[in-house]
T-cell receptor, first 118, second 113 residues
Framework: AQTVTQSQPEMSVQEAETVTLSCTYD???????LFWYKQPPSRQMILVIR??????QNATENRFSVNFQKAAKSFSLKISDSQLGDAAMYFC???????????????FGQGTILTVHP | DTEVTQTPKHLVMGMTNKKSLKCEQH?????MYWYKQKAKKPPELMFV???????INESVPSRFSPECPNSSLLNLHLHALQPEDSALYLC????????????FGSGTQLSVL
């Protein structure tokens, strides 16, 4: 079983500043993947960044980076140089192949609404 | 082509109607998913198909009936829905041979009157 917890229902940041969104997770699987998805008002689910649990190095995608603390089961997202277009709902999610099967089961946290102020 | 196409984008139906949602992909992904999402809530998994076989049914009411007629197509048949079933229905696909992300469609916004 997997659970994902996002403790910040809402966050705000000034344009060009940095913001960090928190996420903790729990899973009984040894092989799993972690994601941050962004969902703007259009409601299209957009992948922001992906982390394989077996990799110690933190993933980075341009202005987005993660702090992956495997022992603490923590997976936070840092957005640098925030832009107005970053305003959206952000979901942390974990994916594991359920019970040795080949398909993955993606479990979402409750989401964090990010507001960017000009 | 890395798109997951969902039709229709919007659907309004009465409680006695029968309708279907459609999801199509041509990426060769053999795992396909239906999620239900209420406003300002996370998506909730409904069904998973793996190699065209139903692998997960998350205790979804029988008024929702999934179908995977081939490796490119996923349907969700709707019958006798309730107003509380109004939500965004998201389709997603994944290649189970790699450990890639899920690719999401843009969803069908369903309103049940």
């Amino acid at each position: 079983a997997q659970t994902v917890t996002q403790s910040q229902p809402e966050m705000s940041v000034q344009e060009a500043e940095t913001v960090t969104l928190s996420c903790t997770y729990d899973t009984s699987e040894s092989d799993y993947y972690l994601f941050w998805y962004k969902q703007p008002p259009s409601r299209q689910m957009i992948l922001v960044i992906r982390q394989e649990a077996y990799k110690q190095q933190n993933a980075t995608e341009n202005r987005f980076s993660v702090n992956f603390q495997k022992a603490a089961k923590s997976f936070s997202l840092k957005i640098s140089d925030s832009q107005l277009g970053d305003a959206a709902m952000y979901f942390c999610a974990s994916l594991a192949n359920a019970g040795g099967t080949s398909y993955g089961k993606l479990t979402f946290g409750q989401g964090t609404i990010l507001t960017v102020h000009p | 082509d890395t798109e997951v196409t969902q039709t229709p984008k919007h659907l309004v139906m009465g409680m006695t109607n029968k309708k279907s949602l459609k999801c199509e992909q041509h990426m060769g992904h053999r795992a396909m998913y239906w999620y239900k999402q209420k406003a300002k809530k996370p998506p909730e998994l409904m069904f998973v198909y793996s190699y065209e076989k139903l692998s997960i049914n998350e205790s979804v009411p029988s008024r929702f009936s999934p179908e995977c007629p081939n490796s490119s197509l996923l349907n969700l048949h709707l019958h006798a829905l309730q107003p509380e079933d109004s939500a965004l229905y998201l389709c997603a696909t994944r290649d189970p041979r790699t450990n890639e992300k899920l690719f999401f469609g843009s969803g069908t916004q369903l309103s049940v009157l």
